[in-house]
């Protein structure tokens, strides 16, 4: 059930949001709803999906399979920048 709630805030943050969630195709609410909603979300339940460089990253190093340990990898380095 949907229920009217009433904010005050600086006027040029709320034209900044406006702006923001125009451009992201979204309502005002729906934003302001998604926020609390993580907020409020227990940590125990909570899933994070990565954002961001680590989004993009996600998963590009699936299936390689990594040869040896830290030892050889530290010998490895030492080798280069010796």
Sequence with gaps: MDTKLTL???RAVIER???YAEQRGVSLSEMVE????GLTRSENTAR???TGIVAELA???RGVQIDG???SYADY???KYA
């Design 59 to 61: 998963g590009i190093a």
């Design 77 to 79: 380095l030492a080798a």
């Design 48 to 50: 994070r999906e990565p």
């Design 34 to 37: 998604a926020y609390f909603a």
């Design 8 to 10: 005050k805030l600086d």
């Design 17 to 19: 949001t406006k702006q």
């Design 69 to 71: 340990s830290a030892e």
